[in-house]
Each structure stands twice: as structure tokens, then as C-alpha cells.
């Protein structure tokens, strides 16, 4: 078998574990993305390969960024403070070892409510503010996930024109 195709065929496990992170963040997301992207470009070296995974790199990082924004921009808005955050992600990494696969979002989500219910002390506002941050948060995965999706998708046209044309 060519080292090119073994090549395509591990970036695609790799691109397709990358979008399950976006998801899921305790795999990695768009870094693994980029970094699947320029080692595929890299390892196959030819035009429409680094075409492809140039445009897929920057798309992917304009997803994780924009997500980043988005989400820090919302969380502002709302006024939901770091250390809310950080009870929500002690909740989650509890939640995932008691709940099979649910409990890091369950755990997330429990524990987001509980650090704003001890900061604002009163469940309307908490229950309001950790709403609020729950959506900024599913708004972030949603546009990552979607440009993870794009530099995939622009990865297989890549692909396709390499060994076409090769």
C-alpha cells in the first residue's frame, strides 16, 4: 500500500476524533484539526494537498477562535464569573466518573448552577445566569464544530484532487 494513502487514512481517524472533541472536550478539538491538517499537507506535499489543508487549517482556527470569543463574550454579558466556571468544570469531571457519558454535561451543568446559586444567593438569578452560560457555552461547540466540519470537508475535496491528479 502507498505511504500516501496511509497517510490520508490516519489524518481522516484523526479529523474525525478532532470533531468529536469539539463535542466531547475531553478529546481534543480544532487543535487536533489544524495540527492533522499540516502534517497531512506536509506528508503529501503537493498542491491541492497543501491547498487543502491550508484553507482547512485556517477555517479551523477561526472556528476555535470565534468560539472562544463568542462564548467569553456571552459569559460577560451575563455576568457569570470565572469561578462559576470553575465549579462547573469540577462538576463536570465528577459528573464523568459518576454518570457514563452523560455526566461531564450533566456535572457541568449541576455545577455551573451550584457556583451561582452560592454566588447570587437566590435560584431565579441562578437559575437564569447558568441558563444564560449553558447556551453561550452550546453556541461556542456549534460554531466549532461546524468549522471543524468545513475543514474536513475541505480536506476530502483535497483529497479527492490529489490522487486524482497524482
Same mark, same amino acid.
Request: hydrophobic share 60%; aromatic share 10%; glycine share 14%.
Given at each position: !500500500? ?15 476524533v ?30 491541492? #494537498?497543501?491547498?487543502? #489543508?491550508?484553507?482547512? !487549517?485556517?477555517?479551523? #482556527? ?10 467569553? /463574550? *456571552?459569559? *460577560?454579558?451575563?455576568q ?7 465549579? #462547573? ?15 461531564? =454535561? ?12 452560592? /454566588?447570587? /444567593? ?12 449553558? *447556551?453561550? !457555552? ?6 466549532? =464544530?461546524?468549522?471543524v ?9 483535497? !483529497?479527492?484532487?490529489? =490522487?486524482?491528479? /497524482?
Amino acid at each position: !500500500m502507498d505511504l500516501q494513502i496511509i497517510y490520508t487514512i490516519i489524518a481522516g481517524l484523526l479529523l474525525f476524533v478532532s470533531a468529536l472533541g469539539t463535542i466531547f472536550p475531553v478529546l481534543p478539538g480544532s487543535l487536533l484539526t489544524i495540527l492533522t491538517l499540516l502534517g497531512w499537507g506536509w506528508l503529501l506535499g503537493s498542491g491541492p #494537498a497543501w491547498w487543502a #489543508a491550508g484553507l482547512g !487549517m485556517l477555517i479551523a #482556527a477561526l472556528g476555535w477562535s470565534a468560539s472562544a470569543v463568542l462564548t467569553g /463574550r *456571552k459569559l *460577560k454579558e451575563h455576568q457569570v464569573p470565572t469561578g462559576s466556571i470553575l465549579w #462547573a468544570i469540577l462538576g463536570a469531571v465528577i459528573g464523568a466518573f459518576v454518570i457514563p457519558v452523560l455526566g461531564l =454535561f450533566i456535572g457541568f451543568a449541576v455545577g455551573l448552577f451550584a457556583g451561582e446559586a452560592a /454566588r447570587r /444567593r437566590e435560584l431565579g438569578g441562578a437559575l437564569a445566569s447558568s441558563w444564560a452560560a449553558l *447556551k453561550a !457555552m452550546g453556541l461556542g461547540i456549534i460554531v466549532e =464544530f461546524g468549522c471543524v466540519l468545513l475543514a474536513t470537508s475541505i480536506w476530502v475535496i483535497g !483529497m479527492i484532487t490529489h =490522487f486524482v491528479t /497524482r
